[in-house]
């Protein structure tokens, strides 16, 4: 292989597919990337075992050989980060790939391409539509949710369920829930539960007026534009009944000044006991009490107004406030809704003009 390519084409296609580098991987030769040089252009490949992303590049690049090999991602993209000229010069010589830019010349050796898993990139035929800026939407309010841990993989995504022409997307780690609901085009019943690194990565990767196909099978999901594909295994599981988790009746209902509870809540962090802040919440007279308390470090209490209530005033509960934190940060409105029903029950938050979008949230019992 022998070509030319911009500095800056090829930071911004190793800036994409560099999410797939991990630490820990199954296997040495996930820490590869493959390059295939043809002659209208280039095509970057990488896999994490998982997750597999493939882009074509056919701008700012002249080819004067094809060729194939493998190579150390995280060293390739080190090197051409720290080019020193606007154009990279990237030619194979026996079992060594050179890149020279302006005076420098570095060398690595190359893996054979035979040796990179062979990753099929075949469309299913089975999809469903929405444009990339409110996939992208449903993402944020969500994804926080979905649960890093390998104890319950099928919780390690986010569920789309999709009916006609409303997509459900929910995240849950079974102590909290996020869940939105969007418009989308399709003409199938849909559940399937993607991982998140997969639409972690998708929010960077395509242009928010983009229409989105997601394609998928009983295997995977796969997303692409003109240039990129990225796509995952499905996780193995049953993903909880999201309707049997949501309580549909409420003894009360608060409305209150989103940004003030949050400042409020930022205030009581220093509070912690093995890295993790308690909140306890009270309904009192015109005022919603927040108190924290720790043996080690102290405590601290701070009253926030509300703007109306409806039902029991009786509320008393205790919650994780880095949960609560980061439900109210998911909302995009002034005025959120507290619906509570009684200590150690699920309570959840909305959006005062989007009832679709709810944050469920576990009590925590204080000793």
């Not at 997601?214 to 003109?226: C, G, N, Q, T, V």
């Amino acid at each position: 292989m022998n070509f030319k390519i911009t500095k800056k084409q090829i930071n911004t296609v190793m800036g994409h597919i560099s999410k797939l580098f991990s630490v820990t991987v199954i296997l040495p030769i996930y820490h590869s990337i493959l390059l295939e040089v043809k002659e209208n252009g280039i095509i970057v490949t990488v896999t994490d075992g998982t997750v597999s992303m493939r882009e074509f590049i056919q701008d700012e690049v002249t080819v004067y050989e094809t060729g194939s090999c493998a190579i150390d991602g995280r060293l390739f993209y080190d090197i051409v980060k720290k080019a020193n000229d606007t154009v990279i010069w990237i030619r194979q010589e026996n079992h060594l790939l050179k890149l020279k830019s302006g005076k420098a010349e570095m060398k690595l050796v190359t893996i054979d391409s035979k040796e990179f898993p062979h990753i099929s990139f075949d469309y299913p035929k089975t999809r469903f539509q929405m444009y990339s800026r409110m996939l992208t939407e449903a993402i944020n309010k969500t994804i926080f949710s979905a649960n890093d841990q390998q104890t319950r993989p099928v919780l390690g995504g986010l569920n789309f369920k999709v009916n006609q022409d409303k997509c459900i997307i929910t995240g849950t780690d079974s102590y909290r829930l996020s869940q939105v609901a969007r418009p989308v085009i399709s003409s199938n019943e849909i559940c399937i539960t993607i991982p998140k690194k997969m639409l972690g990565m998708q929010t960077a990767l395509f242009d928010e007026d983009e229409e989105l196909y997601i394609y998928f099978d009983e295997h995977k999901a796969l997303m692409a534009s003109d240039d990129i594909i990225i796509q995952s295994v499905l996780l193995d599981g049953v993903f909880p009944d999201t309707e049997l988790l949501i309580p549909k009746h409420f003894d009360t209902e608060i409305y209150f000044n989103r940004m003030a509870l949050l400042e409020a809540l930022d205030r009581t962090s220093f509070c912690r006991d093995d890295g993790i802040t308690i909140v306890t919440f009270d309904l009192l007279n015109d005022e919603i009490v927040l108190t924290t308390e720790s043996k080690e470090i102290g405590s601290s209490i701070e009253s926030v107004s509300y703007e109306n209530v409806s039902g029991s005033r009786k509320v008393h509960f205790s919650c994780n406030q880095q949960y609560m934190i980061e439900a109210l940060k998911a909302f995009d409105t002034q005025v959120c809704v507290l619906h509570f029903n009684e200590d150690l029950k699920p309570f959840i938050l909305t959006d005062s003009q989007d009832e679709s979008h709810i944050q469920l949230l576990l009590p925590t019992r204080r000793h």
